[in-house]
């Protein structure tokens, strides 16, 4: 029935699209049928309910309101604030001086951590009566905060970890991605005296662009998604009020036990993360080509 | 060729106060870079009576590694993450290096096809397929137990690491495999003999990036598991809910399952640097 190239093409993804089909379109779509039907635990008959869920979401306030400002301002400022200090610290690391790999190292150990020992570790650094941060600032005559009980404190303490955790990542491609860039105009510049400034400019950044974007595509993508800090940090609290639109999916399906609206939710967010996704694959490809 | 100087950072100042300035700069880059960990591994060192007051005090112990190594849920833990982590990073790098090499030998209509599956699949929040996932898993009777954890896993690092993989295929020159099929190697020779052979750093670092991301997964972990597979993240964070003022021993957790991590990523840093440089 085929030829001996396609068979060969297609046994090669193969296994890969079979894990692909049972693991995730499988769960995708009984998740679609869940959003459209009364799948509470009380009631076993799961009535079809159109569109009901969809609409409860979207009308609810707490996600207009608070779950997804909350989604869109973390996913901006910690991917703008990893991007920042991760390009930082790659220049950084991209001139040679003593101890430079040792540097490189101890910059790197974010990526090691669990983002669940990361949210642990900050949550016990913060924690109001015995952390550490109140006790430095009392130490210097301030009053010590109860950083994760406030809404905006914990805000941005989620942001901060998040920032620290993904840094080395932004490091580490955009120091692959400086060291292959060609030599020739750094050498020019140098020699009409350009300062360093400029040279950032109208050189490293436009040159070093293609692997910003694609770096800040993936990344996107994923800050968007974020559930493990949150979770473990806050919970989403105080109140729902650093609520992320994973947490509200997953508390919706787990804690309320209501899967039909859960899925609803999860797939609200899925089509306003597959619009974006698309949009910034159009704008990689279009950067890629200029 | 005429003699370049590097542009100078913060020009104008004597050349011994930059220095100082640059070596305190980075000192105190580190310093805040590290401090997280190394105020977690202060902490697990300190017995019970002085956690709370982690700055102040000269006592330290081992005792809190002690403890938690007697707990068996956690130890249990433990070996169900590695096993877990260790089997995903095999089956993961089977399918995903061919489904990586397909995308990069092959144009055509299939293989844009699989790209642009690949892309939209990777986008989908997680969240998304992990909520029915419960179901599926449940009707398949794999709910809690290796195989459930295990298959979701693999099928997750499908796309990123499809992806990755291709870009180091295309980095290869395909000319050596075509050089061996003229000399009477099937294509599965070419792809298994030649191929993978001079992919194969490229290979380490995925392995090293798969078992890293598998060992600090949680939120799989958190649903697809109840109590009889439990693993690391999970206890963890059931520790901060259950255990909250225990945090000597939750550290002493922490730093345990920071360690393997470490290693790995130690002995793997120089094939993740040269992995992806492609």
């Known amino acids: 029935m085929f030829g001996e190239q396609q068979r060969f093409v297609l046994l090669l993804i193969a296994p890969a699209a079979l894990l692909m089909l049972l693991f995730q379109v499988v769960p995708i779509v009984i998740g679609a049928n869940a959003s459209f039907r009364d799948w509470a635990l009380y009631n076993p008959k799961k009535t079809w309910v159109g569109l009901d869920h969809y609409h409860a979401v979207i009308s609810d306030p707490a996600f207009l309101y608070v779950v997804l400002p909350n989604t869109f301002i973390f996913m901006v400022v910690s991917v703008a604030g990893a991007l920042v200090t991760g390009l930082a610290l790659a220049l950084l690391l991209n001139r040679p001086f003593p101890g430079q790999k040792l540097v490189q190292t101890i910059l790197l150990v974010p990526l090691m951590v669990a983002p669940v020992v990361a949210a642990i570790m900050i949550r016990w650094i913060f924690n109001d009566q015995f952390g550490i941060a109140n006790v430095v600032l009392e130490a210097i005559g301030l009053e010590g905060q109860p950083w994760l009980v406030q809404r905006w404190s914990a805000f941005c303490i989620i942001l901060l970890t998040d920032i620290w955790l993904w840094t080395p990542w932004f490091t580490l491609l955009l120091l692959s991605g400086l060291q292959s860039l060609p030599k020739e105009p750094f050498e020019a510049a140098a020699i009409d005296g350009t300062s360093t400034w400029r040279v950032f400019r109208y050189l490293t950044l436009p040159m070093l662009r293609p692997v910003i974007v694609v770096c800040v595509v993936i990344r996107a993508i994923d800050a968007f998604r974020t559930f493990d800090i949150v979770w473990t940090l806050t919970g989403g609290g105080p109140g729902r009020s650093t609520e992320l639109f994973s947490l509200y999916a997953y508390v919706l399906a787990f804690l309320n036990l209501d899967l039909g609206r859960g899925s609803a939710a999860a797939i609200i967010g899925g089509l306003i993360i597959l619009v974006l996704g698309v949009a910034m694959y159009r704008l990689v490809d279009r950067i890629a080509k200029a | ?278």
Request: proline content about 5%; some cysteine.
């Open chain 2, 1 to 278: 060729m005429p003699m370049v100087t590097r542009p100078q950072f913060l020009p104008g100042l004597p050349n011994w106060s930059r220095k100082t300035f640059f070596a305190l700069a980075l000192t105190f880059i580190c310093f805040a870079f590290a401090f997280p960990v190394l105020w977690l591994i202060l902490t697990s060192l300190r017995p019970e009576s002085g956690v709370y007051y982690v700055h102040r005090g000269t006592e330290f112990t081992l005792g809190n590694f002690k403890e938690v190594l007697s707990q068996e849920r956690i130890v249990e833990a433990f070996i169900n993450s590695a096993v877990i982590s260790t089997l995903a990073t095999i089956f993961s790098l089977l399918v995903t290096v061919s489904s990586g090499y397909m995308l990069s030998r092959f144009t055509g209509p299939a293989s844009r096809m699989w790209f642009g599956t690949i892309y939209i699949f990777r986008c989908v929040p997680y969240i998304s397929w992990v909520l029915p996932l419960y179901f599926v898993v449940q009707s398949w009777g794999i709910y809690d137990t290796y195989v459930g954890l295990l298959l979701p896993h693999i099928a997750v690092h499908i796309c990123f690491f499809s992806w990755l993989m291709k870009g180091f295929f295309d980095g290869i020159d395909p000319s050596m495999e075509y050089a061996a099929m003229i000399d009477g190697c099937s294509r599965w020779g070419a792809f298994i003999r030649v191929a993978i052979p001079s992919a194969l750093p490229a290979i380490s670092a995925l392995a090293v990036l798969c078992w890293l991301f598998t060992w600090n997964e949680f939120l799989f972990a958190l649903i697809l598991t109840g109590n009889r597979v439990p693993v690391i993240t999970v206890v963890m964070a059931q520790f901060v809910t259950e255990m909250g003022l225990h945090w000597n021993l939750m550290a002493a957790t922490a730093v345990m399952a920071l360690l393997p991590a470490f290693l790995i990523a130690l002995f793997g840093q120089k094939y993740v640097i040269q992995g992806l440089r492609i």
